[in-house]
């Protein structure tokens, strides 16, 4: 007989399952993120057909146009909002997001806590750490971290755990575990890190949610997206 090829959802919640296993941990305390960035409705659907629920985008205009319509058809979808935030987006970014990944800065804080003010909707906030203090990218310094962490909770923002994003092209577990070690130090549970190249590597460093993107949907802006 010849064995069905695994989807690429099937293979990759396999593999969190696997590597979660080797970790003593539960496949069940890891949500993967399906990043549908760039991608149109029409290649969400058979994820969400196939009962998957958390998805996420990397641009507030961009979920806008996409997912009200989704939801509509399936309203138990979770979106996380994983990019970079500007602070005049805020209250929009509050209105559709079920999760804010990339809160780095004292500005955003300060939007995010008017936002969920006016608008009462209180999505979880991860910070975002420069784990590799690179200049050109976003997340906050290490240094200033534990100030920032607590602006956001005297802001009322519901700080549910740390993400980063690791330097390219080099070994991503010294970041991963740089992270768990700042979570833990600080108190926090959620640790959103690795993507399509290293989830199961952050799965065996304690990662919560892993943000999955070319692994499920194809490359992005070739052919196959
Ligand atoms: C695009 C993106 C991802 C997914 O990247 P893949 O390599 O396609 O899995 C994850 N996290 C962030 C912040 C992203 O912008």
């Known amino acids: 007989m010849i064995a069905a090829t695994p989807s690429p959802l099937d293979a990759i919640t396999t593999g969190i399952a696997h590597a979660a296993r080797t970790a003593g941990r539960k496949p069940d305390d890891i949500t993967l993120i399906a990043v549908s960035k760039t991608h149109p409705v029409e290649a969400i659907r058979p994820l969400l057909n196939a009962g998957h629920r958390a998805f996420g985008e990397n641009r507030v205009q961009e979920a806008a146009a996409k997912w009200p319509v989704l939801r509509s058809e399936h309203p138990d979808v979770a979106l996380h909002l994983i990019g970079q935030l500007q602070s005049n987006k805020a209250e929009e970014a509050v209105a559709l997001f079920d999760a804010i990944h990339a809160v780095d ?21 991860f910070v975002q750490v420069n784990i590799g203090a690179e200049e050109q990218k976003g997340g906050c310094p290490i240094a200033d971290l534990p100030a920032l962490l607590q602006q956001a909770r005297d802001a009322g923002l519901p700080v549910a755990g740390l993400m980063c994003i690791p330097p390219a092209e080099i070994e991503p577990a010294p970041y991963f575990a740089l992270l768990a070690k700042l979570a833990r130090d600080m108190d926090l549970t959620g640790l959103s890190m690795g993507m399509s190249s290293d989830y199961e590597t952050a799965v065996t460093l304690g990662a919560t949610h892993v943000r999955v993107g ?6 992005r802006g070739s052919a196959t997206a």
Not at 106 to 123: E, F
Not at 214 to 219: E, H, N, P, V
């Open 105 to 125: 800065r004292p500005s955003l804080v300060d939007a995010l806590g008017k936002a969920m003010a006016k608008t009462g909707r209180r999505p979880d906030c």
């Open 214 to 219: 070319s692994a499920l949907f194809g490359a």
